[in-house]
């Protein structure tokens, strides 16, 4: 079984940055792809950014430019970096992972981290 912990949510006034983290651990596994979603009060949670082992890196329209998803040298933390933060970027965000474990494809979700932005 893989963990996945989120950190680095808070409370930040429009404009500014925050950093998100998703540590994995637990079993062995190497990554497919990690991506983080949000979701808003009484919104559905909706798809923010992805990375792939492949490389490939996609970002929604609404953080295109603002947000920069990364993955460190070990593969076993991805980050959200979180620029001219908007008022509408508030909600609690959730890290995924699609990961290779005990030779099967898995999804994983983290708990999630509150990110609030001030006007």
């Known amino acids: 079984q893989v963990h996945l912990v989120e950190s680095g949510g808070g409370l930040v006034q429009a404009g500014g940055s925050l950093r998100l983290s998703c540590a994995a651990s637990?079993?062995?596994?190497?990554?497919?792809?990690m991506a983080w979603y949000r979701q808003a009060p009484g919104k559905q949670r909706e798809w923010v950014a992805t990375?792939?082992?492949?490389?490939?890196?996609n970002y929604a329209d609404s953080v295109q430019g603002r947000f920069t998803i990364s993955i460190d040298n070990t593969k076993t933390t991805v980050y959200l970096q979180m620029n001219n933060l908007k008022p509408e970027d508030t909600a609690v965000y959730y890290c995924?992972?699609?990961?290779?474990?005990?030779?099967?494809?898995?999804?994983?979700w983290g708990q999630g981290t509150q990110v609030t932005v001030s006007s």
């Open positions: 990375s792939t082992s492949g490389g490939s890196i």
């Open positions: 995924y992972g699609n990961l290779r474990e005990s030779s099967q494809n898995r999804v994983f």
């Open positions: 637990g079993s062995k596994f190497s990554i497919n792809a």
